[in-house]
């Protein structure tokens, strides 16, 4: 019962590169996210998927890209990656009986 | 900006009993969460109050007042592994998003 599982863990990309962040989780759960973390701060919201084949913009989109590929799976895409985009960041899904987020680990992106 | 506010840090001893509170804003509120994160890990969830009143999770309790647009979390007996931050995060209607505080980081002296 792995819960919500990132891959890859740490990352450095240098300015202009591209990658993705993966995500997958096997508790059956409808609705994942994509959060950022900054050093000291709270969570802030990148992009969500309430259901599957459904995305939507969070607080913070703009640089991003996200794909239910499906109910499992909900992937992170950066194009062009940035400074500005070095942060923490956390994949999690809801369990809505407790209205409780189950966090992946975490994935620690450098961009230089 | 933040729709949330919560003390930036709380420093308590051990065994004792400590309060971390949390003021939000009302607009499109569905409920207050609250998430413990310690230095280097992922958020892991301790609570969630939809209604108002006290919510108990063993050494762990949350309290809500939609009246009051606050809400708290209670920790008592206090551990040295409970320092930690804690997050309060709001629930809105759609898609079960949250927004988070900035955090509260605890830190618990012998």
């Known amino acids: 019962n792995a819960g919500v599982t990132q891959t890859p863990k740490f990352q450095v990309l240098k300015t202009g590169q591209s990658m993705t962040l993966q995500c997958a989780q096997d508790m059956n759960h409808n609705s994942m996210y994509w959060y950022r973390q900054d050093p000291g701060m709270g969570l802030r919201l990148i992009y969500y998927?309430?259901?599957?084949?459904?995305?939507d913009k969070g607080e913070v989109p703009n640089g991003y890209n996200v794909s239910r590929l499906n109910k499992r799976e909900f992937s992170l895409r950066l194009e062009s990656a940035a400074p500005s985009q070095t942060s923490v960041y956390f994949c999690a899904s809801i369990d809505t009986d407790i209205h409780g987020y189950t966090f992946g680990s975490g994935t620690r992106l450098t961009v230089v | 900006g933040q729709s949330l506010e919560q003390p930036s840090e709380v420093t308590a001893v051990e065994g004792a009993i400590v309060q971390i509170n949390c003021t939000y804003q009302t607009s499109g509120f569905y409920g207050l969460s609250w998430y413990q994160q310690h230095d280097g890990g992922a958020p892991t969830f301790l609570s969630y109050n939809g209604l108002d009143g006290l919510e108990e999770t063993g050494r762990f309790s949350s309290f809500l007042s939609r009246s009051d647009s606050y809400g708290y979390l209670l920790l008592q007996e206090l551990q040295m592994k409970d320092s930690a931050s804690y997050f309060c995060a709001r629930g809105a209607d759609a898609g079960n998003m949250l927004t988070f505080g900035g955090g509260t980081r605890l830190m618990v002296k012998p």
């Open positions: 998927s309430a259901s599957e084949g459904t995305t």
